[in-house]
C-alpha cells in the first residue's frame, strides 16, 4: 500500500508562487512515475504533470507549462510542484498521484492510470 499526503496549498495572489509537496509511504515510491492533478469547483480532473520514476522525464499540461515545475526527491519519498506565476484559473484542488505501472516512462495523462492517490491540496489564487 502507498498513501500519499499532499501539503502547500493555500491562497496566493495572481502573479505568486506556490510550492505543493508530495510525502508518499512504502518502500517502493522511487520505482513508479508520479503525477500531479487538479479539479477546480465544477469540473473534471485534469492532468497538471508528471515525471518518471527517476525524474528524467517530465510532461506538463499546455495550460501550465514554462510557468509550473515537477520535481521528485527519492531519497525522501517526495514531489513537489513548483507553480509560478499563478493566474485565476489555477485555483483548484491539487492532487498527486502514484503510476499503476513498475519503472515506466509512460508520463500519462489519464487519471485511470495512476492508482494510488492523495487527499489533495487547496489552492486559491486571488486576483
Known amino acids: 500500500q502507498v498513501h500519499l499526503v499532499e501539503s502547500g496549498g493555500g491562497v496566493v495572489q495572481a502573479g505568486g508562487s506556490l510550492r505543493l509537496s508530495c510525502a508518499a509511504s512504502?518502500?517502493?515510491?522511487?520505482?513508479?512515475?508520479m503525477g500531479w492533478f487538479r479539479q477546480a469547483p465544477g469540473k473534471e480532473r485534469e492532468f497538471v504533470a508528471a515525471?518518471?520514476?527517476?525524474?528524467?522525464?517530465?510532461r506538463y499540461a499546455d495550460s501550465v507549462k514554462g510557468r509550473f515545475t515537477i520535481s521528485r526527491d527519492n531519497a525522501k519519498n517526495m514531489g513537489y510542484l513548483q507553480g509560478n506565476s499563478l493566474k485565476s484559473e489555477d485555483t483548484a484542488v491539487y492532487h498527486c498521484?502514484?503510476?499503476?505501472?513498475?519503472?515506466?516512462?509512460?508520463?500519462?495523462?489519464?487519471?485511470?492510470?495512476?492508482?494510488?492517490w492523495g487527499q489533495g491540496t487547496a489552492v486559491t489564487v486571488s486576483s
Open positions: 498521484a502514484q503510476h499503476q505501472t513498475l519503472w515506466t516512462r509512460n508520463l500519462s495523462l489519464r487519471p485511470t492510470d495512476y492508482n494510488y
Open positions: 512504502g518502500r517502493t515510491f522511487s520505482m513508479y512515475g
Open positions: 515525471i518518471s520514476w527517476n525524474g528524467d522525464t517530465t
